[in-house]
């Protein structure tokens, strides 16, 4: 493509499908020459998605799941996780390898996100099991970025901890790491901090033209780390309707901030002997080390959240 751009990923919070000109948008990023790599809950992939997905080419499909009581709230105020779509995952997974053949096509491989709590660590055993039968190539393990109180109650991780919960998986990952690609999350804190948007050179286009670093800063919402409740607070280094994003990308401002993240020049919050008095955690606008937004308190960075 003339911008450079090599891979688009039509994801983030929320479902890409429910958008009216999604067709159009992944049939652009197809025709641009760019790897295209589709995100969904499946509640839009009906057969002739499917069907115009697999003609298409596109190179991927991540199907996001997870258990009934954190999916989205609907307007009677029932709960409708990904997990309760009738015929989720396998009935979708079939039909994307049944137009593969007819189709003769080797794409999209097929990866299924998986969150992780306490939850669903009971369907955990039975899911693998289904994902390895019917055809799956990669599983992306994450652990749960919790909203509300209750929420946090249902974490594997602890932010305290001496890594007692780090071989959770082991026996699963036994089972199946000789038949598909899989993705761990750690599950207590580690040394090493790495931002995966910045090091894989990603940047993240909200739907009205904003280009922000990565999901956390992607729209305004609360989350929950370690007991305390941060706002979060959007952060663009432009839009696209003005500016170009090859000039967005190296504005001055985009620059210097990846460059003090991928060399850890921002303060570490989550183990800081001081964060249980800290107004800077109140939201991720300001950081005590100086610059903006404030990524110490970050779970992706710790790599204990993971998104495809």
């Given at each position: 493509p003339k911008t450079g751009v090599k891979d688009i990923f039509l994801g983030g919070i929320g479902e890409p499908l429910l958008h009216p000109r999604f067709s159009s948008f992944v049939q652009r990023a197809?025709?641009?020459?760019?790897?295209?790599?589709?995100?969904?809950?499946g509640s839009r992939l009906d057969e002739g998605m499917i069907e115009f997905l697999i003609d298409l080419g596109i190179d991927k499909i991540v199907l996001s799941y997870e258990t009934g009581s954190f999916g989205h709230?609907?307007?009677?105020?029932?709960?409708?996780?990904?997990?309760?779509?009738?015929?989720?995952?396998e009935g979708i997974i079939k039909k994307i390898i049944e137009h593969k053949r007819a189709l003769h096509r080797n794409k999209p491989t097929i990866a299924i996100e998986w969150v992780l709590s306490t939850d669903s660590l009971a369907?955990?055993?039975?899911?693998?099991?289904?994902?390895?039968?019917?055809?799956?190539?990669?599983?992306?393990?994450?652990?749960?970025?919790?909203?509300?109180?209750?929420?946090?109650?249902?974490?594997?991780?602890?932010?305290?901890?001496?890594?007692?919960?780090?071989e959770l998986l082991h026996p699963l990952t036994e089972k199946i790491r000789h038949r598909l690609h899989y993705v761990l999350p750690k599950f207590s804190l580690k040394t090493e901090r790495h931002c995966r948007f910045i090091e894989q050179n990603a940047a993240v286009v909200r739907s009205d033209g904003e280009v922000v670093p990565c999901y956390r800063l992607?729209?305004?919402?609360?989350?929950?780390?370690?007991?305390?409740?941060?706002?979060?607070?959007?952060?663009?280094?432009?839009?696209l309707s003005s500016t170009?994003?090859?000039?967005?990308?190296?504005?001055?401002?985009?620059?210097?901030?990846?460059f003090t993240v991928q060399n850890g020049l921002y303060p570490s919050c989550l183990d800081c002997s001081l964060k249980e008095g800290c107004e800077y955690l109140r939201d991720s606008t300001a950081q005590c080390w100086g610059g903006s937004p404030s990524c110490g308190n970050c779970l992706w960075s710790r790599q204990i959240v993971l998104c495809p």
């Open positions: 197809v025709q641009a020459g760019a790897r295209v790599a589709v995100q969904s809950n709230v609907t307007g009677a105020g029932e709960i409708f996780g990904h997990g309760t779509l009738p015929g989720f995952p369907e955990l055993e039975d899911f693998t099991d289904t994902a390895v039968r019917v055809g799956v190539d990669e599983l992306i393990f994450s652990n749960l970025l919790p909203v509300s109180e209750a929420a946090e109650e249902k974490i594997l991780y602890r932010v305290d901890s001496c890594g007692e919960h780090d992607l729209h305004q919402a609360t989350e929950r780390v370690d007991g305390k409740e941060m706002e979060l607070i959007p952060y663009s280094f432009g839009n170009g994003i090859e000039e967005i990308w190296n504005s001055r401002d985009y620059l210097w901030f990846r």
